[in-house]
């Protein structure tokens, strides 16, 4: 069974930075299409960012590139992270992590949040301008 415990968030004023992190348990040596989503108030869960373990690649919204990096390790525990950086208030929002084994969810296009098996239970982040 794969689970997600989120951790990190918080407030930060406009131009600064969070990281927020993941840690997955249950089959830490299989690839995984991880993702990142964000729900802003009143609005749908949206993509953030992706990456593909088994090729390393990353894919990010046009609204969050440049700023925000996807990231994770798997010496020790399997993380996932999201550095974010140059915060604006348009970021705050609750975000998930997300993973599932079908990595070509990682391919393409953003795939809606439906896809994903495993979620993290979210991080609140608030940016004050």
């Known amino acids: 069974q794969v689970q997600l415990a989120a951790s990190g968030g918080g407030s930060v004023q406009a131009g600064g930075s969070l990281r927020l992190s993941c840690e997955l348990s249950g089959y830490r040596y299989r690839p995984y299409c991880l993702a990142w989503f964000r729900r802003g108030q009143g609005k749908e869960r949206e993509p953030v960012a992706f990456l593909n373990t088994d090729n390393s690649r990353t894919r990010y919204v046009d609204s969050v590139k440049g700023r925000f990096t996807v990231s994770h390790d798997n010496a020790e525990k399997f993380m996932i992270y999201l550095q974010m950086n140059s915060l604006k208030p348009e970021d705050s929002s609750m975000y998930y992590c997300?993973?599932?084994?079908?990595?070509?969810?990682?391919?393409?296009?953003?795939?809606?949040?439906?896809?994903?098996?495993?979620w993290g239970q979210g991080s609140q982040v608030t940016v004050s301008s």
């Open positions: 997300a993973a599932d084994h079908r990595v070509f969810l990682c391919s393409s296009e953003f795939r809606g949040p439906l896809n994903f098996n495993y």
